[in-house]
């Protein structure tokens, strides 16, 4: 069975300053993994997506992410906050491999505050 | 349309009451999908779509809960005999994939948020 952990479910950094959102998953089989951000009274936005290719994956506005199989992380990260970074961020998996509906196991959240 | 539309927005109900809501997927998305958010929550599996045909709804909570994909595009999701706990947000979400190719990303409309009083 697939879970996710999320480390922190309120994370404040200054404005300028590294954003570090950790995540942990646990997969029986080699995952993909995502990271989406939800605003206020939205749906989630996708921000990327690690699928067995490279194992550093960048993504929009700005965001990279690391997957290490040794440590069954896949933490967020961005070298300086902006103000509009102010969220909600999931990170989600969803098993490899064929047969797999795709659907998303989500951690639990993590609120990203930017502080001026 | 670009992204995937929900309606209505947002939905109130009395306990007891049957609600339908409506997920108008990206155009030409083979898979549509649809979680329950409840208030400070990570998103919850409830059910799936490949086209019109109903895969997996082992996250539907009860029997109360209904969903249809009948012509392999727009879905509703049904609930009857609605329960407080019934309340969250419905997120709708589709993608290209098929299954067996499960690494494309998934396009969430904005949700349906859901109060039953």
């Known amino acids: 069975a697939q879970s996710v952990t999320q480390l922190g479910s309120h994370v404040s950094v200054s404005e300028g300053a590294l954003v570090l959102l950790r995540c942990n998953y646990s997969?029986?089989?080699?995952?993909?993994l995502f990271w989406y951000v939800q605003y206020p009274n939205q749906g989630l936005q996708l921000l990327l997506k690690?699928?067995?290719?490279?194992?550093l994956v960048k993504g929009i506005n700005g965001f990279e992410a690391e997957f290490k199989k040794s440590e069954t992380s896949f933490h967020l990260t961005k070298p300086s906050a902006h103000m509009s970074d102010a969220a909600e961020y999931f990170c989600?998996?969803?098993?490899?491999?064929?047969?797999?509906?795709?659907?998303?196991?989500f951690g639990q959240g993590t609120t990203l505050q930017v502080k001026p | 349309g670009a992204g995937v539309s929900q309606s209505p927005r947002y939905k109130v109900a009395k306990r007891g009451q049957d609600v339908a809501l409506r997920c108008d997927p990206i155009?030409?998305?083979?898979?549509l999908f649809w979680y329950q958010q409840a208030l400070g929550q990570g998103p919850e599996f409830l059910t799936y779509f490949q086209n019109e045909a109903q895969l997996d709804k082992s996250g539907l909570p009860s029997d109360r809960f209904f969903a249809e994909r009948p012509e392999g595009s727009v879905s509703t999701l049904k609930i009857q005999r609605t329960q407080q706990e019934d309340s969250a947000v419905y997120l709708c979400?589709?993608?290209?994939?098929?299954?067996?190719?499960?690494?494309?990303?998934?396009?969430f409309g904005d949700g349906t948020r859901l109060s039953i009083l």
């Open positions: 155009s030409g998305h083979v898979s």
């Open positions: 979400a589709s993608s290209l994939a098929y299954l067996g190719v499960s690494n494309q990303p998934q396009h």
């Open positions: 997969s029986s089989v080699p995952p993909y």
């Open positions: 989600a998996v969803t098993p490899g491999g064929s047969g797999n509906t795709g659907k998303l196991i």
């Open positions: 690690y699928t067995s290719a490279a194992t």
